[in-house]
């Protein structure tokens, strides 16, 4: 019995404790489970944080791409400080040798010194205004030492050479609706399509004697101009509104004028492709008044051609100036005329040698006692050009002038050589 009440009491005990033990597993268990319940919302809530965080730097980056870049901040800078660029024209050797014949002497050779010098330096300043509006200054510095030989004269070289500041171009040029461009100011009116673009700088040193002349046209006033793209061709189209133009009357239309009639000038050069070739024409058609009064006419017109087939080119173009009513020394008036064409054939060899061969053959009006006299130049160039640089053009060229008045003993023959450097920049 005393064993019996032992053993139950014992076995009590023991049940008693595993319960006890349990109750305290069961606590602790969940006590953890509450902790990691715990961490497990800490965990969530900073999975929420970054993700916000994730959406606001996502935010930014969206921003930062819709920012300019530093290379269009830069650009876009750059783009309203003035450009500025030049022209350096100048000449390492040059010698012109020939017979002269005048009323004051008969087949007289002669010849000019064999020289160096400076022939022009242009600077070009160029500004956008804003995104529509650009204004473009090109102050030329000119040297003048009479060296191109003329019908009426000797050939020589002035020991003294004038420099001259001259106002080459000055105009504001607008961007407009409907792909048009206006031009306001003093330039280069597009008569002559190679020298209104100028092209023939980077051809040759010295222009043709008396070609240059009956191309060349400075104006101020408005250009208006679009370019038509159509499939197989393009038709860019100039119009003008013009002081007009300045041969023989001793003033320079890019700044003043004689009289209160304008002058109107198209220029049409429609160029497509064809057999492997670029083929541009043309065609320009000007009318105006020239004298103090507004009365008397001023017509001009010109057509010519522009072919290019791999490295070969081919240029040339016919022109005619007609004025009514031109004063004669002795009194009186005559309508005069200039007249003439030319043809230029070019080969580029590589990127570093081309040569061109140019003939011209031109009749300019010259005044009288009692009629107007023409002279006429015939002139051929042969020209070899060397690049240096893209922009930087060393020319070894060989002209021939054969010249001659109609109603006098003037005559002029000479071979001219020259050694020239031109380089834009």
Not at 10 to 33: H, M, N, Y
Not at 162 to 183: F, G, N, S
Not at 219 to 227: I, M, V
Not at 315 to 334: F, I, K, V
Request: with cysteine.
């Amino acid at each position: 019995m005393k064993y019996t009440v032992v053993l139950t009491f014992v076995c009590a005990f023991l049940f008693l404790s595993a319960e006890i033990a349990k109750s305290q597993d069961v606590s602790d268990l969940k006590r953890q489970l509450e902790e990691l319940q715990q961490k497990i919302e800490a965990l969530e809530k900073k999975q929420e944080e970054q993700a916000k965080e994730a959406e606001k730097v996502s935010e930014s980056v969206e921003e930062i791409k819709q920012e300019p870049s530093a290379y269009e901040v830069i650009s876009e800078e750059l783009s309203k400080q003035a450009v500025v660029g030049g022209h350096f024209k100048f000449f390492l050797a040059d010698q012109s040798r020939g017979d002269v014949t005048t009323s004051s002497f008969d087949d007289d050779s002669q010849h000019n010194s064999f020289a160096a010098g400076i022939s022009d330096v242009w600077l070009y300043f160029s500004k956008n205004l804003n995104d529509w509006l650009q204004i473009t200054v090109a102050p030329q510095l000119r040297v003048d030492a009479e060296a191109t030989p003329v019908l009426g004269s000797e050939i020589e070289r002035s020991g003294n050479a004038d420099v001259d500041t001259d106002i080459d171009w000055a105009y504001l040029t607008a961007r407009l609706p409907w792909d048009l461009e206006l031009k306001a100011g003093a330039f280069y009116p597009y008569f002559s399509d190679e020298y209104a673009s100028k092209v023939w700088w980077d051809e040759q040193y010295n222009a043709n004697n008396g070609l240059i002349t009956l191309e060349a046209m400075k104006s101020a006033g408005l250009e208006l101009y679009r370019n038509f793209d159509f499939e197989n061709f393009s038709l860019p189209v100039w119009l003008y509104y013009l002081n007009g133009e300045d041969r023989g009357i001793n003033q320079d239309k890019r700044y003043t004028d004689n009289n209160s009639a304008k002058s109107g000038l198209m220029h049409v050069a429609p160029e497509f492709f064809a057999f492997g070739s670029r083929i541009k024409l043309l065609g320009s058609f000007g009318y105006g008044r020239w004298d103090n009064d507004g009365d008397n006419d001023s017509i001009q017109w010109a057509a010519g051609s522009d072919l290019t087939y791999r490295g070969f080119s081919l240029r040339g173009e016919y022109m005619n100036r007609w004025r009514e009513d031109l004063p004669l020394t002795g009194g009186g008036s005559e309508n005069g005329e200039d007249k003439g064409w030319y043809l230029r054939g070019m080969y580029t060899f590589n990127p570093q040698w081309r040569a061109l061969l140019k003939y011209s053959d031109v009749d300019l009006w010259s005044s009288g006692e009692n009629r107007l006299a023409t002279d006429n130049y015939k002139v051929v160039s042969g020209v070899l050009n060397y690049f240096l640089a893209e922009s930087s053009i060393v020319m070894l060229e060989v002209n021939y002038t054969d010249a001659d008045r109609d109603n006098g003993p003037d005559e002029l023959e000479y071979w001219r050589y020259t050694l020239g450097w031109r380089t834009t920049f």
